[in-house]
């Protein structure tokens, strides 16, 4: 289990470097929704289900949804 919460935060970091550096703006919240979504997974290895299922409502869903909203605005 070791290896695969490993893995989630190599994802976590890639995603996080990627959303800093595109330019495209809904590209970065599309790449923002999935750091989101593998942070969800790391705390699901970690066996932190609570806070798994609130960063993927809230961080994944939710806030991705607002930033496509704003973008749109």
């Known amino acids: 289990m070791e290896y ?7 994802l976590v970091v890639l995603c996080a470097v990627a959303a800093m550096v595109i330019k ?6 599309a790449v923002f929704g999935a750091f989101s979504f593998f942070s969800a997974m790391y705390f699901v290895a970690l066996g932190a289900l609570d806070v798994a299922f ?3 409502a809230v961080g994944a869903v939710i ?8 973008i749109f605005r």
């Open 4 to 10: 695969l919460a490993t893995f989630f935060l190599l």
């Open 24 to 29: 495209d703006l809904l590209a970065a919240v």
């Open 54 to 56: 609130t960063e993927a």
């Open 63 to 70: 806030t991705t949804v607002f930033f496509v909203t704003a």
